[in-house]
């Protein structure tokens, strides 16, 4: 096994009844040379002196507290700027991570950029999403690229900002922080994190690294538990806010190809699927359709109807979208 440095970079914010579980899950990781960063973003809770004394206890742990609030997207953009491993992986403060999480996504990593020389490369896993009040897995999330062939490029960058949600070829699926690793320059190299967004910096950093040509993995092997906490409603308003924030920041992109009134549409559609407003939401996606350039129309078209036939010829066994 490789001796390379692998910094875990967690951020923390009022979790102090979590915090100790997702350290001691990176504590276990079978890798033997960890940095385990924390960037406490001014938790007004216990979670700043919990910190303090497992920091205390272990050496490997190095902790940062902000003097103020800035949201996730700033918090991990400082775990960028101050992990010291070759690798960085990101944990989430309310999540745990199986023990062999570092020691596969190197594997995996390490095994792509053998076969695709030069990529750059971001790796996630497929999990387990567990409700907190019962502990019982209720369903897996299936990571993006987990088997050939893994996107990349632009229409992976189409992907991120909801226009392609399947092309029949690639294989999509989850890319969410809390599974992300990838080499420390890799993230340098394509600017890190927004700051600006509280919501949706994963999706922002991957729209970036796809226009830059980055290719997009996973390891098919559910490596983390993701536990449902309060407040985390994918649902939500502010969660529409970024996305739609997501959409203005890449609007010269979006309007060169006749695309970001569609993409808008296709936005809202998201959100009222998310809030089972379902008649409301096909309104939006109708209107999406029509409002999208005849390329993206098309392969629109064609999935719906490929989806179709597929539910009359027997189960579809494809992974849905996650946009």
């Known amino acids: 096994m490789s001796n390379t440095l692998i910094t875990i970079g967690l951020t923390c914010y009022n979790a102090e009844d979590t915090i100790r579980r997702a350290v001691a899950s990176a504590l276990r990781q079978t890798w033997p040379n960890v940095e385990i960063l924390v960037v406490d973003d001014c938790s007004t809770d216990g979670s700043w002196s919990v910190l303090?004394?497992?920091?205390?206890?272990?050496?490997?742990?190095?902790?940062?507290?902000?003097?103020?609030?800035?949201?996730?997207?700033?918090?991990?953009?400082?775990?960028?700027?101050?992990?010291?491993?070759?690798?960085?992986?990101?944990?989430?403060?309310?999540?745990?991570?199986?023990?062999?999480?570092?020691?596969?996504?190197?594997?995996?990593?390490?095994?792509?950029?053998?076969?695709?020389?030069?990529?750059?490369?971001?790796?996630?896993?497929?999990?387990?999403?567990?409700?907190?009040?019962?502990?019982?897995?209720?369903?897996?999330?299936?990571?993006?690229?987990?088997?050939?062939?893994?996107?990349?490029?632009?229409?992976?960058?189409?992907?991120?900002?909801?226009?392609?949600?399947?092309?029949?070829?690639?294989?999509?699926?989850?890319?969410?922080?809390?599974?992300?690793?990838?080499?420390?320059?890799?993230?340098?190299?394509?600017?890190?994190?927004?700051?600006?967004?509280?919501?949706?910096?994963?999706l922002d950093l991957a729209v970036r690294a796809a226009q830059g040509g980055a290719h997009f993995i996973s390891v098919d092997k559910p490596l983390i538990t993701q536990y449902f906490t309060e407040g985390a409603d994918k649902g939500s308003r502010a969660e529409l806010r970024y996305r739609l924030l997501l959409l203005e920041k890449y609007k010269s992109h979006l309007r060169s190809r006749g695309a970001y009134l569609g993409a808008v549409a296709n936005m809202q559609a998201w959100f009222c699927h998310a809030n089972d407003w379902r008649w409301r939401g096909w309104g939006w996606r109708v209107l999406a359709i029509i409002l999208l350039p005849w390329p993206l129309k098309r392969a629109r078209l064609e999935r719906g109807l490929a989806r179709i036939l597929a539910m009359h010829a027997g189960p579809n066994t494809r992974e849905p979208s996650s946009s």
Not at 83 to 89: K, P, T, V, Y
Not at 99 to 127: K, M, T
């Open 52 to 202: 303090r004394e497992l920091a205390a206890e272990q050496t490997s742990i190095r902790i940062i507290r902000t003097g103020q609030n800035g949201g996730v997207g700033a918090a991990r953009a400082r775990l960028v700027d101050e992990a010291r491993g070759e690798f960085l992986a990101f944990f989430d403060d309310d999540d745990e991570s199986a023990p062999e999480r570092l020691e596969r996504q190197y594997r995996r990593i390490s095994d792509y950029e053998a076969s695709h020389s030069g990529a750059d490369v971001f790796c996630y896993s497929n999990g387990h999403v567990v409700p907190s009040d019962s502990g019982v897995p209720i369903r897996q999330r299936r990571g993006i690229g987990r088997v050939p062939p893994e996107p990349g490029g632009p229409l992976a960058a189409d992907h991120f900002l909801g226009l392609v949600n399947d092309d029949g070829h690639h294989c999509w699926g989850m890319a969410g922080s809390g599974t992300l690793m990838a080499r420390t320059n890799t993230f340098r190299k394509f600017g890190g994190f927004d700051p600006r967004f509280r919501r949706c910096e994963e």
